[in-house]
């Protein structure tokens, strides 16, 4: 077995005989200390030990380093008072009863109002070293001098009376030269602008004749009424016409129908005159949608009955009313279409509602129901009462209740408070086939009208009278045009034939 080389614990040779030996220590390598780096961080000369802060820094001599004594002009500004030892800083300066001369809040103990000063701080900046001495002699009171009034300054003789007149022109010539300039400038002041300006009027005015629809609205306008119903669940504003002097008004059914069902509901008319009155219904069809209310008033402006069968495709007509609340509301156009027959839903699961239709391009809209449609004449034609409409506004689509039929509805109405109508007691759907259209009969009731006249199941009924039927709609108001009682001969088709039967018309 080999020794270990003394000092770096390698065997001398590779084999090892099983003793476990313990390795002795690497020497140490302790490079040379640079001069440099010694002067800086090592321990000053004379000092043995370890640094001390109370230990003073010595230099080569060991003597200590002094600096250089302060400017005698920085030791009286900033040094201690001579013969003051204790004093390390300075205190607050203290007036002439000792108190201190800066804010109390710094010391005594008081939160202070700057979050950056410390109010324990024994450093503060205080008033400046010298002060000025106190006056303690009082001084006099300022009394104001005498004031002059106008009486004295003109006749006193308290001012020089040339001072006075040259006073008075150097006054005038200022404003004389301010109202000369001022002037100047409105005129030079904007080249674009001419104060001296007048508009030339035409004279005489606007001409309107008889017969134009100026003149025909300002007659008119006052017959026709707002209608308002207000409820605890309804509110709605319609329209309506003043059909005679004890107040009866004429509306559309579905304008009244809202208040008749609830009974928290009022109905108010509103005039063009501002006045308003409580109306109450006289009796409604729903079946027609034309329905009659009563206001008390006096003296209504009324207006009259027009003949409806006499108006053309093309004829000039204006529709009254308030749509969408805007009361007092004309609009022009002309019939567009006659004898349209019109269905619309009932009014809350009502019957069907179907009537024979003036067609006008003038605008309706929401609210101008019940209200009027007139001739070139100022005549009443129509009850404006349904659009067609994809948008919710007008589109040039509107319908009127004819004006004949109206007024015989109405009359109906004021007498008895209800009104019937003339039936075939048959039900009926349209039907349309590459020859002919009309409607074909759905079901005949026992007993009726039609069941009388011979009418059978599968007929198709194509005319009522002269009046040419296309649907079933307008079967409805080709009838409904006849009155109760009346015969009239009926032609249908059955299976291919062509027959004429004489119904005598029964009340619905």
């Known amino acids: ?253 579905h304008v009244v129908a809202p208040a008749a069902q609830d009974t928290s509901a009022k109905l108010t008319v509103v005039f063009t005159d501002g006045k308003r009155a409580v109306a109450q219904i006289v009796g409604r069809d729903s079946k027609t949608d034309l329905a009659v209310i009563k206001v008390d008033v006096e003296n209504p402006t009324v207006l009259q009955f027009g003949d409806s069968d006499d108006l053309a495709v093309g004829d000039t007509v204006l529709a009254i009313g308030s749509p969408l609340s805007l009361s007092n509301t004309v609009t022009e156009g002309i019939v567009s279409a006659l004898h349209r027959p019109v269905t619309a839903a009932g009014e809350n699961g009502g019957p069907q509602v179907t009537y024979d239709a003036i067609q006008t391009d003038a605008a309706i809209n929401p609210g101008n129901s019940g209200g009027a449609l007139v001739d070139s004449s100022g005549a009443l034609v129509g009850i404006n009462s349904s659009i067609r409409t994809e948008t919710g506004g007008s589109v040039g689509l509107g319908f009127a209740i004819s004006g004949n039929y109206a007024r015989r509805v109405s009359q109906a109405l004021i007498r008895d408070g209800q009104v019937k109508h003339a039936d075939m007691n048959i039900n009926v759907r349209s039907a349309s086939a590459e020859t002919a259209e009309g409607a074909q009969v759905q079901n005949v009731p026992e007993g009726g009208a039609a069941d009388a006249a011979g009418i059978e199941e599968g007929d198709v009924i194509t005319r009522v009278g002269d009046r040419v039927v296309r649907n079933a709609a307008e079967l409805t108001v080709a009838v409904r045009d006849r009155e109760i009682g009346e015969t009239v001969p009926v032609v249908l088709a059955r299976q291919g034939r062509e027959l004429t039967v004489q119904v005598t018309l029964r009340s619905d």
């Open 1 to 253: 077995m080999s020794e270990p080389e003394q000092g770096n614990g390698t065997p001398r040779s590779g084999v090892d005989d099983g003793v476990h030996r313990r390795l002795a220590p690497r020497p140490l390598d302790r490079p040379p200390v640079d001069p440099g780096q010694a002067a800086v961080f090592g321990r000053p000369q004379g000092v043995p030990g370890a640094f001390s802060a109370d230990r003073p820094n010595l230099n080569g001599n060991g003597q200590v380093r002094l600096a250089p004594p302060p400017p005698e002009a920085l030791s009286t500004a900033f040094g201690r008072p001579q013969g003051d030892s204790a004093t390390r800083l300075q205190r607050p300066p203290v007036d002439l009863n000792g108190e201190p001369e800066v804010e109390p809040v710094f010391w005594e103990g008081k939160p202070a109002g700057d979050a950056w000063r410390d109010p324990g701080a024994s450093a503060v900046i205080g008033p400046p070293a010298v002060t000025e001495e106190p006056d303690t002699e009082p001084k006099p009171e300022a009394r104001p001098g005498p004031q002059l009034s106008v009486p004295e300054l003109l006749f006193g003789r308290r001012v020089k009376p040339m001072a006075l007149v040259f006073l008075l022109v150097a006054a005038l010539l200022v404003g004389t030269g301010g109202g000369v300039v001022g002037w100047l400038l409105g005129r030079m002041g904007n080249p674009l602008t001419d104060g001296g300006v007048t508009l030339a009027e035409v004279k005489p005015g606007k001409e309107r004749p008889v017969g134009s629809v100026a003149d025909i609205a300002q007659r008119v306008t006052p017959s026709v009424v707002s209608i308002e119903f207000k409820g605890a669940n309804v509110a709605g504003v319609g329209s309506g016409v003043v059909i005679d002097g004890e107040g009866y008004i004429l509306t559309n059914d």
